[in-house]
Nanobody
Framework: QVQLVESGGGLVQPGGSLRLSCTAS????????MGWFRQAPGKERELVAV???????SYADSVKGRFTISKDYAKTTFFLQMNNLKPEDTAVYYC?????????WGQGTQVTVSS
């Protein structure tokens, strides 16, 4: 079963940038949509970006123009470039297929935007 590990989070000031990575234990086969999700304490999980097998991308309105989702050719690593970060972006970020599969949730990576 494919397992995903998120990394790249940290503490950044408002207006700063971070690049998150999602590494798969093995190449993800077939046709699928990969998503980046985030969840702040006490809040519901939110889908922020998706990328299709063919490379088409879509974004939540709250991050459009600031975040970019991408993947490597081997489909072993997925990325989320986060620019012009705002305090409201603070959350734990996860990657998964979209719709998500219960057995593919990782530990997530913490993003904290604060001055």
């Amino acid at each position: 079963q494919v397992q995903l590990v998120e990394s790249g989070g940290g503490l950044v000031q408002p207006g700063g940038s971070l690049r998150l990575s999602c590494t798969a234990s093995e190449r993800i086969p077939g046709l699928f949509v990969m998503g980046w999700f985030r969840q702040a304490p006490g809040k519901e999980r939110e889908l922020v970006a998706v990328i299709t097998n063919g490379g088409e991308t879509s974004y939540a309105d709250s991050v459009k123009g600031r975040f970019t989702i991408s993947k490597d050719y081997a489909k072993t690593t997925f990325f989320l470039q986060m620019n012009n970060l705002k305090p409201e972006d603070t959350a734990v970020y996860y990657c998964n297929r979209n719709p998500p599969r219960a057995n593919m949730w990782g530990q997530g990576t913490q993003v904290t935007v604060s001055s």
